[in-house]
């Protein structure tokens, strides 16, 4: 009886593992991210410097040759957790992200017709412990979703001034059919 358990038990074994899915490669040798990002996205990896008082963190330098448009305007948005802010999508500028605390999901979907990523579903996860920049291309509909437990803050550096009287700023709501992404249950537009 003793043995017949212990067969039984080896083949729940090799059913489970006949129907797992392996966890695939996230990083690569260097620690850098495999995820494949949409057409014209980067990141730059910022520096930050901690001792016993604080922190100072880098945050932007035109000298990292990071962007090719130089820095231009900026401000500060938060979101609260749990929320979503999004879809949007700009047609004159690129947004650029950096999160000073807080833990966001960013999510992206690509429409471009020329892009080799056209109907790819990208999302990058930022926070205010890995500090890093992000740009989101021209056309790319994009929405943000806190994931912490706190408010995400993020700095945002478009490449262009906002236009009070035409705000280059397009939306559709955040369970749109036209997007092949789920939020669940999360609120926001």
Same mark, same amino acid.
Request: charged share 25%; glycine share 6%; hydrophobic share 35%.
């Given at each position: 009886?003793?043995?017949?358990?212990?067969?039984?038990?080896?083949?729940?074994?090799?059913?489970?593992?006949?129907?797992?899915?392996?966890?695939?490669?996230?990083?690569?040798?260097?620690?850098?991210?495999?995820?494949?990002?949409?057409?014209?996205?980067?990141?730059?990896?910022?520096?930050?410097?901690?001792?016993?008082?604080?922190?100072?963190?880098?945050?932007?330098?035109?000298?990292?040759?990071?962007?090719?448009?130089?820095?231009?305007?900026?401000?500060?948005?938060?979101?609260?957790?749990?929320?979503?802010?999004?879809?949007?999508?700009?047609?004159? @500028?690129? #947004? +650029?992200?950096?999160?000073? *605390?807080?833990?966001?999901?960013?999510?992206?979907?690509?429409?471009?017709? =020329?892009? &080799?990523?056209?109907?790819?579903?990208?999302?990058?996860?930022?926070?205010?412990?890995?500090?890093?920049?992000?740009?989101?291309?021209?056309?790319?509909? @994009?929405? #943000? +979703?806190?994931?912490?437990? *706190?408010?995400?803050?993020?700095?945002?550096?478009?490449?262009?001034?906002? =236009?009070? &009287?035409?705000?280059?700023?397009?939306?559709?709501?955040?369970?749109?059919?036209?997007?092949?992404?789920?939020?669940?249950?999360?609120?926001?537009?």
């Amino acid at each position: 009886m003793h043995d017949d358990l212990r067969a039984g038990t080896s083949d729940l074994l090799q059913q489970t593992l006949q129907a797992a899915v392996q966890d695939q490669r996230t990083v690569d040798e260097k620690r850098r991210s495999t995820a494949p990002l949409l057409d014209g996205m980067s990141f730059y990896e910022s520096i930050r410097h901690d001792d016993d008082r604080g922190s100072v963190t880098e945050i932007y330098d035109p000298r990292w040759g990071w962007h090719p448009d130089p820095l231009v305007f900026s401000y500060v948005f938060t979101i609260r957790p749990g929320m979503v802010k999004g879809w949007g999508l700009h047609k004159q @500028h690129e #947004d +650029r992200y950096f999160v000073l *605390s807080g833990e966001l999901e960013l999510v992206l979907f690509d429409p471009r017709p =020329d892009s &080799s990523t056209c109907g790819k579903i990208c999302k990058v996860f930022l926070s205010g412990s890995r500090p890093r920049l992000v740009n989101v291309p021209k056309f790319v509909w @994009h929405a #943000d +979703r806190n994931i912490g437990s *706190s408010d995400v803050v993020v700095v945002n550096f478009p490449t262009i001034q906002y =236009d009070h &009287s035409k705000p280059d700023k397009y939306r559709l709501p955040i369970d749109t059919d036209l997007i092949p992404y789920s939020f669940g249950d999360a609120k926001g537009w």
